[in-house]
């Protein structure tokens, strides 16, 4: 068979001019989308534009996977409660894991469905897999929950989980990007489904979530996500430095080695997700919890809080001594979080998430840092009392201000950088008491 000279000649070419696909709609109507969801399986479903200012910071990201973006399809998926609700966090997992799939399963049914009628789409994941060279910084190509709450999908509680007004938080989330517009599109909710009960925070182990608001992003991912990202890396560090299988032993006990083996065969384990579970808003969920409150705490709250399990925390954090003093029955085990910083950015990036208001509560210092070298930077970080403040540029005057060479700075961090050789050689500069360096040290254990 001779081969086409010219793509005009190729048979695919010619079959496809003979019959061109559908026209492209030139706006998709909302109405039949909506249908489309559902019948594909989702539980709601919501459109935003692209263009929305609330997503702005999303924008560069989700165009650089998506070129020519128009709108967003926000997809709801439910999870059966009772499975998350269980003591025996393997049934909570498994409905996880299987609902995952599921939403993957109906985002992909769409866009093909969506491909079928000229309109170019994209499902990233719901969760897993993301962008991980891009670790420890955004590895996600869209966040689900901002583009849910502007499509009306629901409100943030205050356990940091998108709660819808029927289902409550018992969902997953997951975005499609599309390149065409939609004739109408959702907007936020008038009120938040949040009923501030606070049992999410009485049964968070680790004292991530605050009665006043605040979140402690390290306290729950050091924890929750042991077997995900952050505690992965410990373990293998634990077993690249140990010389000897006892060795070994002394620092991973058996139930944590067949638990993380269990992790990398079927899938990471959440070790809690209590906020999730005991939560009550939501239409379809709330009603048990207002016939009987008490009901709800023996039977859904009380099991939770009184289960016998290890927490793991970070050393020296307000986890630590959260867990010590709150659920003394629980076994604390220390463990690193993994999340090495990269780069200056990185660092900076990662200050508030690793931030301890306990350890800063009786701190009141002004650090001005300077970074030269493989990155040019100047922060002034003020640390006031549990509170931190970080802001481009030097202002005021420092009570410790640090010159470093970004390079140094980042392997110091990393723990492959001796911070007295560092200064011997002048990379690292200080001009205050080194003692206020320490304190800064202690308000973001890694």
């Known amino acids: 068979m001779t081969r086409p000279t010219r793509l005009d000649d190729h048979p695919t070419v010619r079959a496809a001019r003979a019959a061109p696909a559908a026209r492209p709609p030139a706006v998709l109507d909302a109405a039949e989308l909506r249908e489309l969801c559902l019948a594909a399986g989702a539980d709601d479903v919501g459109f935003v534009e692209i263009g929305r200012p609330a997503l702005a910071d999303q924008l560069a990201d989700i165009t650089a996977a998506f070129p020519h973006p128009k709108a967003l399809i926000s997809l709801v998926c439910r999870t059966n409660r009772e499975a998350v609700r ?57 966040s689900h929950k901002p583009v849910a709450v502007e499509a009306g999908m629901g409100r943030m509680g205050i356990h940091r989980n998108v709660i819808h007004p029927r289902f409550g938080n018992f969902l997953l989330l997951a975005t499609l990007v599309i390149d065409t517009p939609v004739s109408g599109y959702g ?20 004292g991530a979530i605050s009665k006043t608001g605040e979140f402690d992003f390290s306290a729950c991912a050091s924890h929750n996500y042991r077997e995900f990202l952050t505690g ?76 016998v399990e290890t927490v793991y925390v970070v050393r020296g954090s307000d986890a630590e001594v959260y867990v010590a003093k709150r659920f003394p029955h629980k076994r604390v085990q ?48 003020v640390i006031r009392r549990g509170t931190l403040e970080i802001t481009e540029g030097l202002h005021g005057r420092p009570d410790l201000r640090l010159d470093a060479d970004a390079t140094t700075w980042v392997r110091y961090l990393g723990g492959r950088a001796s911070l007295p050789v560092a200064l011997a050689r002048r990379k690292l500069r200080l001009a205050g008491s080194p003692r206020l360096l320490q304190a800064f040290a202690r308000c973001f254990p890694t």
Request: hydrophobic share 35%.
């Open 86 to 142: 269980s003591p025996a966090r393997s049934v909570g997992n498994l409905e996880f894991h299987q609902t995952y799939d599921r939403t993957n399963e109906i985002a992909r049914d769409i866009v093909i469905a969506l491909e079928r009628r000229g309109v170019r789409a994209l499902n990233p994941s719901v969760g897993f897999p993301m962008e991980m060279a891009q670790w420890p910084g955004k590895i996600w190509v869209v």
């Open 187 to 206: 907007r936020p909710l008038d009120y938040n489904p949040c009923l501030e009960c606070k049992l999410c925070v009485a049964a968070c182990p680790t």
């Open 232 to 307: 992965f890396g410990d373990w293998v560090e634990n077993v690249a430095s140990s010389s000897t299988p006892r060795e070994y032993r002394e620092k991973v006990s058996d139930p944590e080695t067949v638990s993380m083996w269990q992790s990398l065969s079927f899938g990471p384990q959440y070790k809690a997700a209590y906020c999730v579970s005991v939560c009550p808003a939501g239409e379809d969920v709330i009603g048990p919890y207002l016939a009987d409150r008490r009901a709800h705490l023996d039977d859904v709250v009380k099991p939770l809080q009184d289960k």
């Open 334 to 381: 220390r463990a690193g979080m993994g999340l090495r910083p990269s780069s200056v950015d990185s660092f900076v990036q990662g200050m508030p998430l690793l931030f301890q208001r306990g350890a800063a509560a009786r701190l009141d210092a002004r650090y001005h840092l300077v970074f030269t070298g493989s990155e040019t930077r100047s922060l002034t970080v």
